[in-house]
């Protein structure tokens, strides 16, 4: 049996909060990234199309994207 090892995850909105970043950046920066980067999808009756949330190895994706994306618009 695989367990997941995922324990919890932050929205996007609290990443960018966390980050010091504007929300919508980073959902422009993360809405390429996979599961496999730590991204998945929350779903509840506020967000029935789903929210960006991150689980603590994609929000350290998210920040070398975020590296990666201001070295590249210089």
Same mark, same amino acid.
């Given at each position: 049996m695989q367990v997941n090892k995922v324990h919890s995850v932050c !929205?996007?909105?609290l990443v960018a909060k966390d980050l010091g970043e504007d929300?919508?950046?980073l959902a422009d920066i993360a809405i390429d990234m996979e599961?496999?980067?730590?991204?998945i999808w929350v779903y509840d009756p506020e967000h029935p199309d789903g929210t960006m949330a991150? +689980?603590?190895f994609g929000i350290e994706s998210l920040?070398?994207?975020i590296e990666i994306?201001? +070295? !590249?618009t210089k």
């Open positions: !929205t996007l909105a929300v919508d950046l599961p496999e980067d730590g991204l991150f +689980s603590q920040r070398n994207l994306h201001r +070295s !590249t």
